[in-house]
Nanobody, 121 residues
C-alpha cells in the first residue's frame, strides 16, 4: 500500500509564490515519473509539470518560466515551486506518482488528495 500526501497550498496575492510538496510512503521500491496536475472549477484536470526518474522535466505552456518541478528521491518527495502566480493559476493541485511497489510487486499510479491554491487579484 502506498500513500501520497500533498502540502503547501494556500491563499496568495497575484505575483506571489508558493511551494507545494508531495511525499509518498509505504511499500515503495522506486518511483518513476512524478507529476503535478491541477483542476479548476468547471475545468478538466490538466497536467502542469512532470519529472522523470532521471530528472527530465516537462511543463504546461502557461506555467513555463514561472513554475519549477523538482524531486528528492531519497525522501520520495516531489516539489512544485510556483512563482509569479496569476489568478488563473487558482485550482486544486494534485500530485501523481508512478510507483514500483515492493509488495505485491507491480507498477501503480497513485494520487494525493489535492491541495487548494488560490491566487487573488
Amino acid at each position: 500500500q502506498v500513500q501520497v500526501v500533498e502540502s503547501g497550498g494556500g491563499l496568495v496575492q497575484a505575483g506571489g509564490s508558493l511551494r507545494l510538496s508531495c511525499v509518498a510512503s509505504g511499500s515503495i521500491r522506486s518511483i518513476n515519473e512524478m507529476s503535478w496536475y491541477r483542476q479548476a472549477p468547471g475545468n478538466q484536470r490538466e497536467l502542469v509539470a512532470l519529472i522523470s526518474s532521471g530528472g527530465l522535466t516537462n511543463y504546461e505552456d502557461s506555467v513555463k518560466g514561472r513554475f519549477t518541478i523538482s524531486r528528492d528521491n531519497a525522501k520520495n518527495t516531489v516539489y512544485l515551486q510556483m512563482n509569479s502566480l496569476k489568478p488563473e493559476d487558482t485550482a486544486v493541485y494534485y500530485c501523481q506518482m508512478n510507483v514500483n511497489t515492493i509488495v505485491p510487486g507491480y507498477l501503480g499510479s497513485y494520487w494525493g488528495q489535492g491541495t487548494q491554491v488560490t491566487v487573488s487579484s
